[in-house]
């Protein structure tokens, strides 16, 4: 984190306490260690996150798996550039990554291409390439305003609102849910996109009643 200029770092119900062990391997990064938030649950790192970032090597192996389609990291980078907001990418268990609950609590999938022999990446190292590709990015005096997590969330929900109305089965309605949080989240949506979009479906919404 320290090699690539970033500092906030949350960890979330460690196996084990921050100890000189810990402190030593951090070195020239023992300061970010030493800041760290450690917190019980995820919803408690998330807070304030306006864009949440999962980061997986399994990725959808069908269309309908709309929760797990990825872009690449370097595909991240370009879109993070030119907008302001506070992103927060979730790094999953060396063992075992992310689950599916924690999955669906991100707005969209990270995967490093990798030889599909051996796709699986230890933690340090795909956090680094993450980080690599995150860095040039940073410094943009053109950057737009990122939709906050508040505005997206009433976005969704008149979608959600207007899809109501449609006589589709629940689990269309669902994958519809899901397909367009996918959109909002993979096209970097600004708080300007998001207030005239609401307009919208809040008076389309007022429509339908």
Known sequence: MRNFGLSKLWIVNPKTPIDSEARAFAMRGLSILGSAKIV????????????VVGTSSVTATSRSNLSRVSITPAELAERVRGTRGVVGIIFGRESSGLSNQEVAACDLMVTIPASPAYNVLNLATAASIVFYELFPQKANPKSLDLASKEA??????????????????????????????????????????????????????????
């Open 40 to 51: 019980k649950k995820l919803e408690r790192a998330l807070d304030g996150v306006d864009l």
């Open 152 to 209: 997206t969330q009433r976005l969704l929900f008149q979608f959600d609102h207007m899809v109501k109305r449609c006589t589709i089965p629940s689990h269309r309605h669902e994958l519809s849910m899901r397909a367009f949080r996918n959109i909002i989240s993979r096209s970097f949506i600004t708080k300007r996109e998001a207030s005239l979009l609401l307009g919208v479906f809040r008076k389309a919404n007022t429509k339908l009643t």
